[in-house]
């Protein structure tokens, strides 16, 4: 009777379970109160958070052959994150980027944040490809996050990786809002901006196909990311498939997002999570972020003054490809200087050309390390 009873307890999680576990077990509870009770990205917190809890409570779900291992290999493959980019692409209205193409700019300046942070990480102490891995954080893109982590081999930085980017994503309507009032005048937030042109089906049906084209031409290792997402936009704009479009944007990204969060929460294990490096991931990530916040609009303020005062710098800080509520950041904080000023429009051309601007970045880096 005792050898059995001690079996029985020798199975439970209390024989195993570490100190570690017990604070990653605490972190996931945190992420499903901020998800669930604020409402903070729940689509993907949500399942990120309930996979660090179970990998922190039953390891072996991570380990090869368990559940969540299986799962983890449609990441190394970049099989979910390309999905999730189809889907994004069936969400996106390109229209506002189309009929302004300067928007192309901002969404670029964004982008010096990522060349930043690899820069400061390399100072840190992180090797070249790790540098490259934890700056794309900057982007505030998940699915980019983990695509260009698993392409460069930082399988053991997946994690903290995903994890940052995922809540800077979230805590966009935090983060931004002091960066963009510090570095305009009340006078700027007050600038109204002209409507934008109607935007014919045609053009909409062709941007798609040019955009794959020319980054698929210059940078082949992105064609996976844009190729999808351009895909996904095509279905929604080509009029004649709605079934596709309805699949890519609901049912199959769903389901992706289910695949990709747990997974990505599955790579959170105490072993893995507690190190001083995921500290100074974490620190990086807020920094290319915020860098990327300032950069847009310091390039807003330049557009704003080579037009006559016809931009608002506010839209800059859109740049960054968190979809749509970078854009809401601009118009919410041009609202309170103006209730009447409506900046939505304009600041959605910025975002997602963001969204194209972080996948090229991750292509550039590609490149340099000759992937």
């Not at 042109?197 to 940078?219: G, K, Y």
């Not at 609202?335 to 997602?352: K, Y």
Request: net charge neutral; with cysteine.
């Amino acid at each position: 009777m005792a050898s059995t009873i001690s079996n029985l307890i020798g199975q439970t999680a209390f024989a195993s379970i570490t100190l570690g576990n017990v604070i990653m077990i605490c972190v996931a509870l945190l992420l499903l109160y901020l998800a669930i009770a604020k409402g903070y990205e729940p689509l993907l917190l949500v399942p990120i958070a309930f996979g660090m809890l179970l990998v922190n409570l039953y390891p072996s779900i991570a380990e090869e052959g368990g559940l969540l291992w299986y799962f983890y290999q449609l990441d190394e493959w970049a099989i979910l994150p390309s999905l999730i980019f189809l889907g994004v692409g069936a969400l996106t209205d390109f229209g506002p980027l189309i009929a302004n193409p300067k928007s192309f700019l901002l969404g670029a300046a964004a982008q010096f944040g990522v060349f930043a942070a690899f820069f400061l990480a390399m100072l840190w102490g992180f090797s070249d490809e790790q540098a490259a891995a934890v700056a794309i954080i900057g982007g505030a893109d998940g699915p980019t996050s983990i695509y260009l982590a698993m392409k460069l081999g930082q399988k053991e930085l997946l994690g903290p990786i995903a994890v940052a980017a995922y809540s800077y994503m979230a805590l966009v309507p935090i983060i931004q809002p002091p960066i963009m009032k510090m570095f305009t005048t009340e006078k700027e937030r007050k600038i109204k901006m002209d409507q934008l042109r109607e935007v014919s089906r045609r053009e909409r049906i062709a941007f798609p196909i040019v955009v794959t084209i020319v980054v698929a031409l210059l940078l082949p290792s992105t064609a996976p990311l844009i190729g999808m997402l351009m895909l996904g936009n095509l279905f929604r704009e080509c009029g004649v498939v709605r079934q596709l479009k309805d699949t890519a944007s609901n049912a199959l990204m769903y389901i992706v997002v289910i695949f990709l969060g747990t997974s990505v929460g599955g790579t959170t294990s105490a072993e893995r999570f507690l190190q001083v490096s995921t500290l100074k991931i974490i620190v990086l990530g807020l920094c290319a972020f915020a860098i990327a916040t300032f950069a847009g609009v310091i390039f807003g303020k330049v557009m704003c003054v080579a037009t006559g005062g016809k931009v608002n710098p506010l839209i800059g800080a859109a740049g960054v490809s968190a979809v749509p509520m970078s854009a809401r950041v601009a118009q919410k904080v041009g609202a309170e200087a103006d209730p009447t000023n409506f900046l939505l429009m304009h600041a959605m051309g910025p975002n997602v050309a963001g969204v194209i601007g972080t996948a090229v970045a991750a292509g550039v880096f590609m490149a340099i390390f000759g992937i």
